[in-house]
């Protein structure tokens, strides 16, 4: 599970469906039985959209078990409903995230862009379970629009993750392969105090507030306040929190 070429068969998919738009996708068709095993191996499901058009074009057998959805019923909007509510916000931020990769692609006829993000959403039984969202956008000459490909994965067999999630922008396809504990623990220069305290000031609290809140003096919270500046290079934190938000970060 080490090796992106896990996803040899999504790359596969791409280039055999990409021609026709993905539509009228045979179920049966051989790589659609392979994709099929595979996400039963690894406890995913996945779709392709249409990006310029938000609209779903296909959609996997294994909605149904994974979220209780099936995949005519899937669309890019019901997944905000299916979110837990900690995680609406960054829910909404890598959604916005997302659009503007799109569009970035759009205007430089860029190949591909990921976006790879860990969210709590409703599984088939009614619960929250961990979801790694891995992202493939790629722009497309001949239907002149940016489709994507969003690969869900139950990860709650990982059971502790740096800062809580996990989440990657860029153009590295190491990021796109069968998520392990390295992969998920991976692309955060903070610790997990430094992040709770960055979310925190984002709230609108000021230094007495998170100090009471975390039952720490003032003066600590200030000394993670110059460590949280001097790793990310910025001159305040509100520039910080500004670019966070605008990543679908916080």
């Known amino acids: 599970m080490t090796n992106h070429q896990d996803y040899t068969l999504y790359h596969n998919f791409i280039e055999t469906f990409s021609p026709k738009g993905f539509n009228d996708i045979n179920p049966n068709h051989p790589l659609m039985r392979d994709l099929e095993l595979l996400t039963e191996k690894y406890n995913q499901f996945f779709y392709i959209g249409d990006l310029v058009h938000l609209k779903v074009l296909f959609t996997s057998k294994r909605s149904t078990q994974m979220i209780g959805v099936e995949p005519k019923d899937v669309s890019p909007y019901m997944f905000m409903n299916h979110t837990h509510p900690d995680d609406l916000l960054r829910f909404n931020n890598a959604r ?3 659009i503007k990769m799109g569009q970035e692609l759009f205007v430089s006829k860029e190949k591909f862009a990921l976006l790879c993000i860990t969210i709590k959403m409703q599984n088939a039984s009614g619960g929250y379970s961990n979801f790694l ?3 493939y956008l790629f722009y497309s000459s001949t239907h002149n629009t940016v489709f994507f490909l969003k690969i869900h ?19 590295d396809l190491s990021h796109f392969k069968c998520p392990n504990r390295e992969l998920l623990n991976t692309g955060s220069i903070f610790t997990t105090r430094e992040f709770e305290i960055i979310k925190l000031i984002g709230s609108g609290m000021s230094t007495e507030q ?13 000394t993670h306040r110059v460590n949280i500046l001097r790793k990310s290079g910025k001159t305040n934190i509100s520039e910080l929190i500004f670019e966070l938000m605008s990543d679908g970060i916080i």
């Open 210 to 222: 998170i100090a009471t809140k975390l039952f720490v003096s003032p003066y600590t919270i200030n």
């Open 96 to 98: 916005a995230k997302l």
């Open 133 to 135: 969202n891995q992202i």
């Open 153 to 171: 994965t139950n990860v709650d067999w990982c059971k502790k993750i740096k800062n809580g999630y996990y989440y990657y922008t860029g153009t």
